[in-house]
Nanobody, 122 residues
Framework: VQLVESGGGSVQAGGTLRLSCAASGFTSSTYCMGWFRQPPGKEREWVATRVRLGRIGYENSVRGRFTIETDNAKNIVYLQMSSLKVEDTAMYFC?????????????????WGQGTQVTVSA
């Protein structure tokens, strides 16, 4: 099982970015797929999770601005981010674990990518 994130970068506040999480070794549509982030000097925090049956949950501060999208044919999960804020600056991680019931704590996830940096400037 491997997860590889990409798409991070530097953007001004109000801008958009789309992060990609390319999965291999398993079928992402059958797993809980989560996005987490770790702001500078802070602990890792949950951002969003896509449940196997397609339901998606978002952390309150990103709801309405971030969207999880999936391309099952390519086995890629995206995090579309819009109206970015300075406080969204963080290292973003993709995570996966098998199961039908997904949780928002990072210890629940078995597999992690290496992360991709997102920097939002004022």
């Amino acid at each position: 099982v491997q997860l590889v994130e990409s798409g991070g970068g530097s953007v001004q506040a109000g801008g958009t970015l789309r992060l990609s999480c390319a999965a291999s070794g398993f079928t992402s549509s059958t797993y809980c797929m989560g996005w987490f982030r770790q702001p500078p000097g802070k602990e890792r925090e949950w951002v969003a999770t896509r449940v196997r049956l397609g339901r998606i949950g978002y952390e309150n501060s990103v709801r309405g601005r971030f969207t999880i999208e999936t391309d099952n044919a390519k086995n890629i999960v995206y995090l579309q981010m819009s109206s970015l804020k300075v406080e969204d600056t963080a290292m973003y991680f993709c995570a996966a674990t098998p199961g039908d019931i997904c949780y928002v704590v990072d210890s629940f996830y078995s597999y992690w990518g290496q992360g991709t940096q997102v920097t939002v400037s004022a």
